[in-house]
């Protein structure tokens, strides 16, 4: 098929849609007009309630300073755990400073003893 400029034109003519689709397109028109002059009702999660300003902006500084009291009391209690871990750690390391030296100083008792009979073995002997 072989198309002339003089197809194309005539197929892209205005042409007239008719009195139906007039109809229709205006009908549709004063439907969302009408749809538009009386809106729906939105129902919200959270209702708006109409506090004054003032209580408002009280009652968000209220909410800060408990935020700030909880954060603070977080940190408090935060370095107390700390500080008692830091204790338990040392309290662990004392004991097993007193056991190493108490097993040093028993094995520095024992040789003591050993040669103070040796000596006194020596002693004996050479009377």
Known sequence: MHFSEDDLRSALRRKDPGEAFTQKVMARLHRKEAAVSTPEKVTRFF???AWPLKLRAVLAGVAVAVLALGAWLGVLHYRQVQEERA???A???AILALQITTNKLSHVFERVNSSQTRTLN?????L
Do not use: F
Request: glycine letters at 8%.
């Open 47 to 49: 209702p708006q309630i």
């Open 87 to 89: 204790g338990a750690m």
């Open 91 to 93: 309290k662990q390391q």
């Open 122 to 126: 020596v002693r004996r002997e050479r």
